[in-house]
């Protein structure tokens, strides 16, 4: 089984870390783990054509657009489950995230019935960034497992808070079990 999650935070900070105690839980329950990081991607915005759409229509199910998301669809169409990180900018998720979900039009279809989560970190309120990956999920039909957030205004002051690592535990472990009897071939 492979847990890739993604990263959608600009910088290396409370966002990242939460995403990687995620992932040494759902590593120690046996899954394949990687870490993808928006922000050491090139990621052009989607220029809304949709030619790469997938599905009845007959297109191609390509993108015109040559950057790295041409490595991060099949890394994604691997995985049989995903775990998604977002700082909160302005109540919502962050551009980059937003950016990242707009280019994965190629194969949204074909990830039906994989298993997904969310962390969150914000300086005073979590908003609607949650909400923002849960419509994405729902859209994409992804089995939404769970969430765990945060507020901190410093990096690194994730680390500190009481209770946040055993909930990033509890994540991994809860988005891990049970793949086993259903792995994406």
Same mark, same amino acid.
């Given at each position: 089984m492979k847990v890739l999650a993604i990263c959608g935070s600009p910088r290396e900070g409370n966002t990242e870390w939460m995403l990687r105690k995620v992932l040494e839980s759902a590593h120690a329950e046996g899954a394949d783990t990687e870490l993808m990081l928006l922000r050491d991607r090139d990621i052009k915005p989607c220029n809304g054509c949709m030619t790469c759409e997938v599905g009845p229509s007959g297109r191609p199910g390509t993108c015109v657009i040559k950057d790295d998301m041409e490595s991060v669809l099949p890394k994604m169409l691997a995985a049989d489950a995903f775990v998604f990180g977002t700082p909160v900018y302005f109540y919502m998720l962050s551009g980059c995230m937003k950016n990242f979900m707009d280019r994965t039009i190629p194969i949204w279809? #074909? #990830?039906? !019935? /994989? /298993? @997904? @989560? !969310? $962390? @969150? $970190?914000a300086e005073d309120t979590i908003g609607r960034a949650v909400d923002n990956l849960k419509t994405y999920s729902d859209l994409l039909q992804l089995e939404w497992v769970g969430e765990v957030t945060a507020l901190a205004r410093e990096p690194g002051e994730v680390a500190g808070k009481s209770g946040v690592t055993e909930m990033l535990v509890g994540l991994g472990r809860k988005l891990v079990r049970g793949l086993e009897t259903w792995c994406i071939p």
């Open positions: 279809p #074909l #990830l039906k !019935g /994989r /298993r @997904a @989560a !969310g $962390v @969150a $970190v």
